[in-house]
């Protein structure tokens, strides 16, 4: 079934089942296609398992380069981090993935089938934080309630 994240119901919260939780190693497949892209500085979150900066997110933010695509899980150390260099552009359908094979591995995106170039893409060090508090949800931007 296809979403419209409207504006008005920009969530689907699938809670926080235990087979959900801290999943590793893991593949986030989506099509995709944006009517508008993040403001500057702005945040579009496709995938995430969190509500309190800690767990996982696959987002757009815009910067003054563009709007790129991004896989974030937090790790007690360092944080798993791949940014890309490529930029999203609106109202083109994409096909949108990022996997992570777990342990010490880097996160990896792609667009289109075809991996990205990075701009940011840092292992993991130390254990992954526990996301087994949080729900998983699809959709969502930074200024949602």
Excluded at 59 to 65: E, N, Q, R, S, V
Excluded at 99 to 112: R, Y
Aim: cysteine-free.
């Amino acid at each position: 079934m296809a979403r419209d994240f409207d504006g008005v119901d920009n969530r689907i919260d699938f809670g926080s089942d235990a087979e959900l939780d801290n999943v590793s190693p893991l593949s986030i497949s989506m099509w995709a296609n944006f009517d508008t892209v993040p403001a500057l500085a702005g945040l579009d979150y496709m995938l995430t398992k969190t509500n309190t900066m800690v767990g996982l997110y696959f987002y757009l933010f815009t910067g003054a380069g563009g709007t790129d695509l991004n896989l974030f899980i937090t790790h007690d150390t360092t944080s798993l981090q791949s940014t890309s260099t490529t930029v999203i552009t609106a109202t083109v359908m994409r096909h949108l993935a990022a996997t992570w094979a777990g342990g010490t591995a880097v996160g990896k995106v792609f667009i289109d089938g075809s991996e990205v170039t990075y701009t940011i893409q840092i292992a993991p060090v130390g254990a992954k934080t526990s996301d087994a508090a949080e729900n998983l949800n699809i959709g969502d931007s930074a200024d949602d309630a």
